[in-house]
């Protein structure tokens, strides 16, 4: 059967819905901001009803500190907020005060394959050499995502390039569910990967991504550095000693400098060809500062409004519970329509 839904676009069948989120595993870096939350707050200016949620869940497949945990999981509803992400318009919250996003993922565990998992390269990056050690959790956390978005019959979910692996997984997760249980239940999702900075590097190395789990805090810039932090990182950030070329072309092999570019890019809402055009022939002694000035114009109003929001943090969690019950009320009907569906008994 199909969930009665209207307008098609993307998934046949379906009406356009907005889900996605992000680990409180640390603090919010530029690479959620330019990668995620600028893209999020598009979505939820075009007019489609858009989910975003702090995914609690998926930060403890790692260790984390519980009082840390707590922390950072307001933290980053203020950087959410702080960002332009309008709790009255987008529906916030916390993954663990919605039940449905746990059940559906335990379903889903039973329908995806151990190969399928075992070949997702965040697993491999994340566990290291000892897989052993590594939690069942770190496993199945993509059965965990697949189940975040099917469980509001998700069309769409904006991420950075990192997760496109997981997204793929996902849809695969509901075209073999729909197909074992001969049902048009869940829609199949379309990543939506956009822009100049789908993956901003560690400002130390750009070969890799800059991620809030990185042991060093100069490889990355936080939403709640100040601004002398920022320029700092910026000043110190790992280049090399050539001008910027006229042209992308002569970016192929130097990652550093490509990502500065793409940076600014980003933060001016530019392309990477328009910097390299107005900045051909700077050195990064001229260019670093202008760069750091571009990110203190754009960040330090966000730094700013998230110390504002902290100072009420029973303020945010008023927030994150309302969002909860909204999303609640979204994925309860189809978490109960898919017991259904598997042959679970509900006394009603
Ligand atoms: N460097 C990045 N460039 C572009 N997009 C990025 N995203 C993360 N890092 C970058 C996007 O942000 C969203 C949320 O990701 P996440 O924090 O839940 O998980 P992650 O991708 O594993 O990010 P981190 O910072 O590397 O977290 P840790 O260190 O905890 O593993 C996603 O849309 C992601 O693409």
Not at 95 to 122: D, F, K, P, Y
Not at 213 to 235: F, G, Y
Not at 255 to 269: G, M, S
Request: net charge negative; glycine share 8%; aromatic share 6%.
């Amino acid at each position: 059967m199909t969930d009665a839904q209207t307008a098609p676009d993307g998934a046949p069948g379906f009406a356009p819905r907005v889900f996605s989120g992000i680990q409180p595993s640390g603090g919010l870096t530029l690479g959620n901001y330019l990668g995620a939350l600028k893209r999020f707050v598009a979505a939820q200016e075009s007019g489609v009803e858009t989910l975003y949620c702090l995914v609690d869940l998926h930060a403890i497949t790692v260790w984390q500190d519980p009082a840390r945990l707590r922390h950072a999981t307001r933290e980053m509803a203020a950087g959410f907020i702080a960002s332009g992400i309008d709790p009255a318009r987008s529906i916030l919250f916390n993954q663990s005060q919605v039940g449905a996003h746990a059940e559906l993922a335990w379903v889903l565990n039973c329908v995806a394959r151990m190969g399928w998992l075992g070949r997702m390269t965040q697993f491999k990056d994340k566990a290291g050499k000892n897989r052993e050690n590594a939690s069942v959790g770190l496993f199945a956390y993509p059965c965990l995502m697949a189940a975040d978005v099917m469980v509001y019959h998700t069309t769409h979910v904006p991420v950075g390039e990192d997760q496109k692996q997981h997204l793929e997984l996902a849809r695969e997760i509901a075209i073999k569910f729909n197909h074992d249980y001969e049902v048009d239940f869940f829609p199949v999702v379309e990543p939506v990967i956009e822009g100049a900075a789908t993956r901003v590097m560690s400002l130390r190395d750009g070969t890799k991504k800059m991620s809030k789990s990185d042991p060093s805090d100069m490889s990355r810039i936080n939403l709640t550095d100040d601004a002398d932090t920022i320029s700092l990182k910026i000043r110190k950030a790992r280049t090399d000693p050539e001008p910027l070329p006229g042209d992308l072309a002569g970016l192929a092999e130097r990652p550093e400098a490509r990502n500065l570019v793409n940076i600014y890019a980003a933060l001016a809402d530019i392309t990477p060809e328009a910097v390299v055009a107005d900045h051909a022939g700077q050195g990064f002694g001229t260019f670093k500062p202008a760069l750091a000035e571009l990110a203190v114009s754009v960040l330090a109003p966000i730094n700013d409004e998230i110390n504002r929001l902290m100072a009420d943090v029973a303020e945010i969690d008023r927030i994150l519970g309302d969002g909860a019950q909204r999303a609640d009320m979204i994925a309860r009907p189809i978490m109960e329509r898919t017991y259904d569906i598997v042959g679970m008994v509900r006394a009603r």
